[in-house]
């Protein structure tokens, strides 16, 4: 995918604990499914089906996890289980804050039909508390 981190090069010489400030991606297909109320997931990637360049996006309430998501991307040393601080999705991109020491940002932007992102925003608003999600079209 194409993937950029932007934050001004300078910071990394003053500060041993810099951390980039966003992470940035670009995918042409956007895909959201669920099982039942229960498991819900986003999946932003190259390609329909494809496993090359993906950024995996899941939340499940069978079990009381704390509200944890778990997100996975193969080509990136972000993955694992996070919480999600704030959340804002317009018609072409979803930035994500992930709670963490420092917090840790991401923005993706995606292709979508009308009816592909009406699914997503659904999707979104059930797995992202009402409080830290927002919508900006």
Not at 57 to 85: A, M, N, S, T
Request: proline content about 7%; charged content about 25%; some cysteine.
């Amino acid at each position: 995918p194409d993937c950029r981190i932007s934050a001004p090069q300078s910071a990394r010489a003053y500060n041993p604990y810099w951390r980039p400030a966003m992470t940035e991606f670009s995918f042409p297909c956007v895909s959201v499914s669920s099982s039942g109320d229960e498991y819900f997931q986003v999946c932003f990637q190259e390609a329909d089906d494809s496993d090359e360049a993906y950024l995996l996006i899941q939340r499940q309430f069978e079990d009381d996890d704390g509200g944890y998501f778990y997100v996975e991307c193969p080509h990136e040393p972000l993955g694992g289980h996070f919480k999600i601080r704030w959340a804002e999705l317009g018609r072409d991109v979803l930035r994500l804050e992930f709670r963490g020491r420092p917090a840790e940002t991401i923005q993706i932007r995606f292709v979508a039909s009308d009816a592909r992102f009406k699914e997503l925003k659904r999707i979104l608003s059930i797995m992202i508390p009402a409080d830290v999600f927002h919508v900006a079209v």
